[in-house]
């Protein structure tokens, strides 16, 4: 018998309706659209701004829509591992309110927080459900309502951050399609560059840690830069070693979306032309655990049965990896 792999069958994506942009920005805090442009690659960011809205409500939409691209019932799912650092609470997880919200009454689910890193753990966690033969339909969802934790007087931070997510069902393949590879690392060490200081069992919330700011997003921005560079580069340059591959055998670089500079170091060390690179940064901004899915939905009219794509990204933890997924369909 064929060996069961874990083949993408369907992705859904979503991002809010509202844009905050560079000139809105600039009316916000001491910035300007040409430095933003020029330093990140971001022009637009999406805003969940509806009271009363959380990550769920960003995650449910794209899995409804995977649902309804494979005609499938949401009962049929097993599982739903959602990647967040912005859930809707500390508890339950972010996971379950999905379910509930689409309906799986007959998946268990879990949240997974690997910060930017996290679509790439999530996929190899369910795709290793799927492999084992234990599970016949996995959905996994990257979502993060970032502005929810971004201080909108910080000027090095608030710039890149947007919301959205995005979501695929995997399910077994014979035909050797699917995840075929992935390489994960993590570096504790990592977390006194980008981390969120308060609301944790550390620091928990109090008057002082709200009036000192720590309930938003702390980033070293270079020193995160020159580890994400280097990080996501070599990661996916193994990757393709590791599996006897050059540029030339993939069609599709998708790269968690941070910074144009580090984008286009990773695709030259991968010796890719920009034509074979997912780039919407543009628009999106920094959508932490929905980059990665939130590419593989916009680009998924092109996508070709067969074709190989590596899936590579850098994030707090600090979190890298790659993944080597042949597409099904
Ligand atoms: O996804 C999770 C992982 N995160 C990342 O991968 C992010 C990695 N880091 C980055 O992408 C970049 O470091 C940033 C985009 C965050 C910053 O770009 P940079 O080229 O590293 O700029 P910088 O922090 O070195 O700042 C350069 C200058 C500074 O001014 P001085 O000290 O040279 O006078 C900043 O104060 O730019 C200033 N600056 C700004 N100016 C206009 C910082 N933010 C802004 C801003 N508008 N928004």
């Known amino acids: 018998m064929n060996k069961i792999t874990a083949a993408i ?3 859904g994506g979503y991002a809010p309706e509202n844009k905050l942009t560079n000139f809105d920005l600039e009316k916000m ?3 300007n659209d040409e430095w933003i442009r020029t330093r990140t690659g971001i022009s637009e960011r999406r805003i969940l701004n509806e009271p009363g809205m959380a990550t769920s409500d960003l995650g449910a939409p794209a899995v409804k829509e995977l649902l309804r691209k494979r005609n499938m019932d949401a009962k049929e799912i097993d599982c ?3 990647a967040t650092v912005t859930a809707d609470m500390a508890f339950p997880a972010t996971a379950n309110i999905i379910s509930d919200k689409v309906g799986a009454t007959n998946a268990w689910s879990f949240d997974l927080n690997a910060a930017c890193s996290g679509f790439l753990f999530a996929l190899t966690t369910g795709a290793s459900f799927i492999e084992s033969g234990r599970y016949k339909k ?3 969802v990257g979502a993060d309502k970032m502005s929810a934790i971004v201080d909108y007087t910080d000027r090095n931070n608030c710039i890149l951050f947007g919301d959205a997510a995005g979501a695929v069902l995997l399910e077994p393949s014979t035909e050797g399609n699917g995840i075929l590879d992935s390489l994960l690392k993590t570096d504790g060490s990592g977390k006194n560059f980008l981390h969120m200081k308060a609301g944790g069992s550390l620091r928990p919330a109090s008057v002082e840690t709200v009036m000192a700011k720590e309930h938003y997003i702390y980033q070293e921005g270079q020193s995160v830069f020159k580890f994400a560079v280097k990080g996501m580069a070599d990661i996916s340059a193994e990757l393709l070693e590791r ?3 050059t540029g030339d055998d993939i069609s599709w670089l998708v790269p968690h979306q941070a910074n144009l500079r580090i984008i286009d170091a990773t695709a030259n060390r991968m010796g890719l032309p920009k034509e074979k ?3 919407n940064i543009g628009k999106y901004g920094n959508t932490t655990a929905a980059t990665i899915p939130l590419c593989l939905w ?5 996508l070709k049965k067969g074709e190989n794509i590596v899936l590579a990204a850098f994030g707090g933890g600090f979190t890298w990896g790659a993944t080597l997924v042949k ?3």
């Open 9 to 11: 069958t369907a992705v």
């Open 29 to 31: 805090v001491d910035t």
């Open 80 to 82: 739903i591992i959602c």
């Open 138 to 140: 996995v959905v996994v």
């Open 243 to 245: 599996n006897g591959l």
């Open 277 to 279: 690179v997912m780039i």
């Open 298 to 302: 916009e680009w998924e009219s092109q």
């Open 327 to 329: 597409w099904a369909y």
